[in-house]
C-alpha cells in the first residue's frame, strides 16, 4: 500500500508561534514570553526564518530518537515544528543535492548547549549520510573525536560543568553522493590560563582527573603519579568531583575514542606522560636564596618531582634546572644571562605547564586532523560546524573575553552579512521590490577593534613590541589617546566619555559598547597575555627532551633555527585565525544555531526571564526578527500555500485546476486580503504582516472546524444510508427466506393432511373392498365345502355301496372256497393223513439237492489255476462242497494232462527238475519259469561258420549257448560256445568255432553258484583229472537254471550219479593251484544291472552283484 503522505506544517498544533518571525506584537517581553511558554511545553527550539532558536532544557528529552531522526529526513524545514534535526537536515540536503557548502554556526554563552548541538547535528548527519563499511568509520572517527577532544579541551566551570575552553571549527567533507570522507578541526584560543590556576568552584581540563581516577595503578606508576587529587597544586579541589560525572569511565572512553581515531598505542602513552609532566611541573616549588650581588636568586626546594619530570620526559635534569633559575635573553649576538627571582621563576614554571598543555592540545587537533582528513583528492562538498564561545561578559573581564568578544562580533558581522544578503537575494530571486531595512551594522565595533592602524589590538601589538618599559597602564593610556574619540569606546580618560563622572567606570579600565552590550574589561594581564612569552631558556631545555613528542612541541627551541624575530603576539595570531576562518564561512551558506542558557543552575524547568533576556538582548535576537520580518514577515512557496488554504475559497476548493499561483490569487482577493499586505513573488506568496497570516490561519481554522461537520455529517449520512441499505437489503433477504421457509411448511402440512387424508380414503376403500372379497371367498367356500360335502357325501354312499358289493363278492369267493376246501378235506382226509409228510418231504429234499448239483449257469472254470469256487448255498452241504471241489479239481487236471504231447511232458519234467533244484533257493530261479527251455541257442547245424565244430562232435548236442567264461587271472570275461552233448562238456571260440577244452562229464564233480539274482556259476572238475590241469571253470549265462538242470539231468541219465549243486554266497574253485574264494556282495553296482566280476587277490575274486 503506498503511504499516504500527510502534509503538516509548522502551523499545525503550534504552542506560542513556532517562528519568532511571526510573533504579533513584536517585543522583548512577547519574545520572551514565548520563549517561556514554548520551554514550559519542552519545546526548546523556536525560529526565527531559518534560524533556530534552542533553549537549554538541562535534562534529556526524548526528541532525539531514531524515529525522530527518520520524522525530520526529508522534510521540508516548516513542515515539522521546529528543531535541530530540521535545520540540520536542510543543511546537509541543500549541500547533497543542490552542491552548496554549508556551515553551522551555534552561538550562545557558556552552559547554552553548544557544544551539544553541534553533536546534535554531527549524529544527526551520520544517520541520514550514506551507509558502509568505510563510510562508518569516518563517521565514527569523526564523531569519536569529540570525546578526546573534550577531555583536553573541557572543563568544569561555574557556568557549565563540561565547558569547552577553546573555540572549534570542524570541517565535515562529504562526497558527490553525499557520504563523509573526513574532516579538518581547526581550534582557537585554548584557555591555557586554566592549567595553572582555576577560579573558584571550577577544575582544571578534565584531562587531569580522568587520568587520576581512571589510570591503572601500573600507568600510574610508570608515570609517577599519585591518585590523591590532592597532591597536586595544579588541580583545585574544592570542586574536584562533579556531580553525574564519572571521570574514570570517562578515562576509559576517552582511551577507546583515541584508538578509534587512530592513536597508536605509544601516541597515547606520549600524550598521557606530556599529561602528567605538567601536572608534575605544577609541584616544583621555589625558594629564595641570597646571592653576594644582592640579587635574590631562587632555588627549587625539592628535587625529587623535577627528577621525576626528568626522567618521565628524558630531560637532562641540570638543563632544566638551569631553565629554571636563570634567563638568557639575546639581543644582536649579545648573550645575557639574568638569575631569576622566586616569582620569575613559578612565572617560568607556569608559563612553561601551559605552553606544554596549549601545544599538546594543538598537537593532538593535528594528530586527529590527520586520522581524519579525507583520502581523496576529489572536489569535496564541505559542511563546516562551529562551536565557539560565545560573547561573555564577567564581572572581571579581562584578555580572554576580550578576544572572545572580538570573535562574536565578527561572527555577528557576518551573519547580518549573509542574512541580509540571503534576504535580499530572495527578493531578487522572486522578483520583490527590496526595501531598506533598518538595522545596526557592528561594523564600526569590528573596526575599532582590528582597524590595523588604531585598533585595539593594533595598539596592544605596538605596546608589546615597543622598547622601553611597557605595562598595561601605558598600554590603557594609548588607548585613551587613540580611541577616545570612538562612539562604541569609553574609558574614564576618554573626552568623549559621557561617563566622565561615572565612578562605575574604574582607573584601569576601558569598555566597549558592543554590539551586545557594554562590557568592561580591566587591563591588567593584557599585554603579559598579549605576548605569551616562554623564556628561550625553557623552550631550548624542552626541545633537547629525549621524549619525541616534547621534543616536536617546541621547534623554536632548536639552537640551530635561533629565531631572534618575536614570535606572533596571541591577539593578532587570534585576529589572523579569525579572519581565515570569516572568510571561510562566507563562501558558505550559513545556517544559524542560537543557544539560550534559560537558568545560571544548570536545572531543568527553570526559565530565568532575566537571564534569557540579557542573552535575546546581545545576541540581537530581536533584531534578527526585525530584519527578517523588514519586507515580509511570511513567505511561502505557492503549492504549500495553496494547499493549506484552498477550503477557504470556493473556487480553489476541493481542487484548483489553473497554477498555483494563479489560485493564490484568486484565493486572496476572495478574502479580500488588503493588497499591501501582500506580494506575488515568482514562486512565492509574501505576506507582511504576521497578523495577515494568523487571520488566515483562524479562517482555516474555523473552516476546518466547518469541513470538519461536513464531512462528519456526510460521512454520518452515508453510515447510516449504507447501515440503512443493509438492514434493507438484509431485511429482504431475510423475509424472502422466512416466506420459502413458511411456504415450505404450509406446503408439508398440506401434503401430510392430503396424504392422510388419501390413505384414509384408500384404506377405507381397501376394506372395503376386502370385505366385498371375503364375502365373495367365503361365498365360494362355503358353496365348494357344500359341493364338497355333497361330493364326499356321494362318494361315501358309492363306497359304501361298492364296498357292500365288494364284500359280497369276496364272501361269495370265501364262501366258495371254503365250501370247496371243505368239500375236498371231506373227500382227501381219509388218504393225506398216512402219507402225505414223507413224500412231501423226501420231493423238497430231492428238489434241493437237484438244483444244486445243477449249478444252472455256475459252473467254475476249467483252467487248473483257477481257484475260484463257488459258494455253498445251504449249511448242510459244507463236506460235500469241498469233497466236489477236490474232486473236480482233480478231474480238471486230469483232463488238462491229457492233452500234454510227449514232447510237451519231456519239457515240464525238465522244468519240474529244476523248480526241484531252485526253488526258493536262487533268487534267479522265478524269472526262469516262464522261460521255455530251448537248449540249442546256437544252432550250428545252420550257421557255415561252425561246420568244423558241428563235423568234431558226433554225439546230440543238448546245449549250444554262448556263455561269459571268466578269466582265471584277472576277473575279465570272454565270449565262448558252451556245447553239452550226452558225455562231455564243450567250450569253443565263438569267432572261428574252435573246440577249446573237452570235459567228460564223469569229471565235473560239482557246480556252484550264488543264491542271488545273477547267472555266475563254477564247475567243479574232478581233482587229477586232465580236464582240470588249468583248474576249475567259472562262467556266467543267461540261461543259468537250464544249463545247469540239464547238466544236472545229463549228468544223472549217464554216470546215475546225482551232480552235487551247491548253492551258496561264497565258496572255493580251484584255479591251477590255487584255491581262490569267489565271493557274491550285494548291491556296490557301479555300472548299472549287470553283475561285474573283480579278481582282488589270490585267494578272492568278488562278483557284485546288483
Ligand atoms: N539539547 C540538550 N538536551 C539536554 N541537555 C542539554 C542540551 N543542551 C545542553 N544540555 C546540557 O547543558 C550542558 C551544557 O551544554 P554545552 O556543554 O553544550 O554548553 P556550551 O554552550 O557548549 O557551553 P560552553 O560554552 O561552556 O562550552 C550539557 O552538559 C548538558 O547537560
Ligand atoms: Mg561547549
Known amino acids: 500500500m503506498a503511504k499516504m503522505e500527510v502534509k503538516t506544517s509548522l502551523l499545525d498544533n503550534m504552542i506560542g508561534v513556532g517562528d519568532m518571525v511571526l510573533l504579533e506584537p513584536l517585543n522583548e517581553e512577547t519574545f520572551i514570553n514565548n520563549l517561556k511558554k514554548r520551554f514550559d511545553h ?35 524545514f516548516y513542515e515539522l515544528s521546529p528543531h535541530i534535526f530540521a535545520l540540520s537536515d536542510e543543511a546537509y540536503r541543500s549541500l547533497r543535492d543542490q552542491d552548496k557548502d554549508q556551515c553551522i554556526l551555534i552561538t550562545g554563552e ?87 590556576k582555576q577560579p573558584r568552584g571550577e577544575r582544571n581540563f578534565h584531562v587531569f582527573y580522568q587520568l587520576l581516577s581512571g589510570a591503572s595503578e601500573e600507568l600510574l606508576n610508570k608515570l609517577t603519579l599519585e591518585r590523591d587529587f590532592s597532591r597536586y597544586n595544579y588541580l583545585s579541589l574544592d570542586s574536584a568531583k562533579v556531580n553525574g560525572v564519572d571521570d574514570a569511565a570517562n578515562f576509559r572512553t576517552v582511551r577507546n575514542a583515541m584508538q578509534i581515531v587512530g592513536f597508536m598505542d605509544h601516541e597515547a602513552e606520549s600524550v598521557l606522560e606530556v599529561v602528567a609532566a605538567v601536572l608534575k611541573l605544577g609541584n616544583i616549588e621555589f625558594k629564595p636564596e641570597s646571592r653576594v650581588n644582592g640579587l635574590d636568586e631562587s632555588k627549587i626546594k625539592d628535587k625529587n618531582e623535577l627528577k621525576e619530570i626528568c626522567e618521565l620526559t628524558g630531560i637532562d635534569q641540570s638543563v632544566l634546572e638551569r631553565a629554571f633559575s636563570f634567563r638568557t635573553v639575546e639581543a644582536k649576538q649579545e648573550k645575557v644571562s639574568t638569575t631569576l627571582n622566586v616569582a620569575q621563576a613559578y612565572y617560568a614554571r607556569d608559563a612553561l605547564a601551559k605552553n606544554l598543555y596549549s601545544r599538546l592540545f594543538s598537537w593532538l587537533v593535528n594528530r586527529i586532523n590527520e586520522s581524519i582528513k579525507a583520502q581523496t583528492k576529489v572536489r569535496k562538498k564541505v559542511m563546516g560546524v562551529l562551536d565557539i564561545y560565545g560573547f561573555e561578559i564577567f564581572e572581571d573581564n579581562s584578555f580572554e573575553q576580550f578576544i572572545i568578544n572580538y570573535c562574536n562580533e565578527k561572527l555577528q558581522q557576518i551573519f547580518i552579512e549573509l542574512t541580509l544578503k540571503e534576504e535580499q537575494e530572495e527578493y531578487v530571486r522572486e522578483g520583490i521590490e527590496w526595501t531598506h531595512i533598518d538595522y545596526f551594522n557592528n561594523a564600526i565595533i569590528c573596526d575599532l577593534i582590528e582597524n590595523n592602524t588604531n585598533g585595539i589590538l593594533a595598539m596592544l601589538d605596538e605596546e608589546c613590541l615597543r622598547p622601553g618599559t611597557v605595562t598595561d597602564e601605558t598600554f590603557l593610556e594609548k588607548l585613551n589617546q587613540v580611541c577616545a574619540t570612538h562612539q562604541h569606546f569609553e574609558s574614564r580618560m576618554s573626552k568623549s566619555s559621557r561617563f566622565l563622572n561615572d565612578t562605575s567606570l574604574p582607573h584601569s579600565c576601558f569598555r566597549i559598547q558592543h554590539y551586545a552590550g557594554k562590557v568592561l574589561y580591566q587591563v591588567e594581564g593584557f599585554v603579559d597575555k598579549n605576548n605569551d612569552l616562554l623564556y628561550r631558556d625553557l623552550s631550548q631545555a624542552m626541545w633537547k627532551a629525549g621524549h619525541t613528542l616534547i621534543k616536536s612541541l617546541f621547534p623554536e627551541g632548536n639552537p640551530a633555527k635561533i629565531n631572534l624575530k618575536r614570535p606572533p603576539t596571541a591577539g593578532s595570531q587570534f585576529k589572523a585565525s579569525v579572519a581565515t576562518l570569516m572568510k571561510n564561512l562566507q563562501t558558505k551558506n550559513p545556517n544559524y544555531i542560537r543557544c539560550i542558557k534559560p537558568n545560571d543552575k544548570k536545572a531543568a524547568h527553570i526559565f530565568s526571564e532575566a537571564l534569557v533576556c540579557h542573552q535575546i538582548r546581545y545576541l540581537g535576537l530581536l533584531e534578527n526578527v526585525r530584519v527578517r520580518r523588514a519586507g515580509y514577515a511570511f513567505r511561502q512557496a505557492y503549492e504549500p500555500c495553496l494547499e493549506r488554504y484552498k477550503m477557504l475559497c470556493k473556487q480553489t476548493w476541493p481542487h484548483w485546476k489553473g497554477p498555483a499561483r494563479a489560485g493564490v490569487e484568486v484565493l486572496f482577493n476572495e478574502l479580500e486580503i488588503p493588497v499591501e499586505e501582500y506580494s506575488f513573488g515568482r514562486s512565492k506568496i509574501f505576506i507582511r504582516n504576521p497578523r495577515t497570516l494568523f487571520k488566515l490561519e483562524d479562517l482555516r481554522k474555523q473552516r ?28 429482504i433477504v431475510i423475509a424472502a427466506w422466512y416466506r420459502r421457509y413458511a411456504q415450505q411448511k404450509r406446503y408439508q402440512q398440506i401434503k401430510s393432511s392430503t396424504l392422510v387424508i388419501q390413505s384414509y380414503i384408500r384404506g377405507w376403500k381397501a376394506r372395503k373392498i376386502l370385505r366385498e372379497l371375503k364375502h365373495r371367498k367365503r361365498c ?85 489255476i483257477d481257484k475260484n469256487w463257488p459258494p455253498r448255498p445251504y449249511l448242510f452241504l459244507d463236506s460235500t462242497h469241498k469233497e466236489l471241489k477236490r474232486i473236480f479239481h482233480l478231474w480238471r487236471c486230469k483232463k488238462y494232462r491229457d492233452q500234454f504231447t510227449d514232447q510237451q511232458k519231456l519239457i515240464y519234467e525238465e522244468k519240474l527238475e529244476a523248480s526241484e533244484l531252485f526253488k526258493d533257493k536262487k533268487a534267479l530261479y522265478p524269472s526262469s519259469v516262464g522261460q521255455p527251455f530251448q537248449g540249442a541257442y546256437l544252432e550250428i547245424n545252420k550257421n557255415p561258420k561252425y561246420k568244423k565244430l558241428k563235423d568234431a562232435i558226433e554225439e546230440k548236442i543238448i546245449i549250444a549257448e554262448v556263455v561269459n567264461k571268466i578269466n582265471r587271472a584277472n576277473g575279465k570275461s570272454t565270449s565262448r560256445i558252451f556245447l553239452l552233448t550226452n558225455n562231455n562238456l564243450l567250450l569253443a571260440d565263438q569267432k572261428s568255432g574252435q573246440i577249446k577244452s573237452e570235459v567228460p562229464l564223469v569229471d565235473v564233480t560239482k557246480v556252484s553258484m550264488s543264491s542271488q539274482n545273477d547267472g555266475f556259476f563254477a564247475v567243479h572238475l574232478k581233482e587229477g583229472s586232465e580236464a582240470a590241469s588249468k583248474g576249475d571253470f567259472l562262467f556266467s549265462s543267461d540261461h543259468l537254471i537250464e544249463m545247469a538242470t540239464k547238466l544236472y539231468r545229463t549228468t544223472l541219465s549217464q554216470t546215475k550219479q546225482k551232480l552235487n549243486i551247491e548253492i551258496s554266497d561264497e565258496f572255493l574253485v580251484q ?31 568278488e562278483v557284485a552283484v546288483p
Not at 525560529?47 to 532544557?57: R, W
Request: overall charge positive.
Open 704 to 731: 476546518l472546524e466547518d469541513l470538519a461537520t461536513l464531512i462528519q455529517k456526510i460521512y454520518r449520512g452515508w453510515k447510516c444510508r449504507t447501515h440503512f441499505l443493509l438492514m434493507r437489503k438484509s431485511q
Open 42 to 76: 519542552n519545546e526548546i527550539y523556536t525560529y526565527i526564518g531559518s534560524v533556530v532558536i534552542s533553549v537549554n532544557p538541562y535534562r534529556s528529552l526524548p526528541i532525539y530518537s531514531p524515529e525522530k531522526v527518520e520524522d525530520y529526513r526529508n522534510r521540508n
Open 110 to 196: 557558556s552552559g547554552a548547549g553548544k557544544t551539544e548541538a553541534s553533536k546534535l547535528v554531527m549524529s544527526y548527519v551520520a544517520a541520514v549520510c550514506g551507509k558502509g563499511a568505510e563510510v562508518n568509520q569516518v563517521k565514527e572517527q569523526l564523531l569519536q573525536s569529540n570525546p578526546v577532544l573534550e577531555a583536553f579541551g573541557n572543563a568544569k566551570t561555574v557556568r557549565n560543568d563540561n565547558s569547552s575552553r577553546f573555540g572549534k571549527y570542524m570541517d565535515i567533507e562529504f562526497d558527490f553522493k553525499g557520504d563523509p570522507l573526513g574532516g579538518v578541526i581547526s581550534n582557537y584560543l585554548l584557555e591555557k590560563s586554566r592549567v595553572v
Open 780 to 864: 365360494e367356500e362355503a358353496a365348494t365345502t357344500i359341493a364338497a360335502y355333497w361330493h364326499g357325501t356321494q362318494a361315501r354312499r358309492e363306497l359304501k355301496r361298492l364296498k357292500e358289493e365288494a364284500r359280497r363278492k369276496h364272501a361269495v369267493a370265501v364262501i366258495w372256497a371254503y365250501w370247496l376246501g371243505l368239500k375236498v378235506r371231506r373227500e382227501y382226509r381219509k388218504f393225506f393223513r398216512a402219507n402225505a409228510g414223507k413224500k412231501i418231504y423226501e420231493f423238497t429234499l430231492q428238489r434241493i439237492v437237484q438244483k444244486y448239483f445243477l449249478m444252472k449257469n455256475k459252473m467254475p472254470s476249467l483252467s487248473p
Open 1071 to 1101: 584255479f591251477r593251484q590255487d584255491k581262490v574264494c569267489v565271493k557274491f556282495i550285494q548291491g556296490n553296482q557301479k555300472n548299472g544291472s549287470v553283475p561285474t566280476c573283480k579278481r582282488k587277490n589270490n585267494r578272492l575274486l
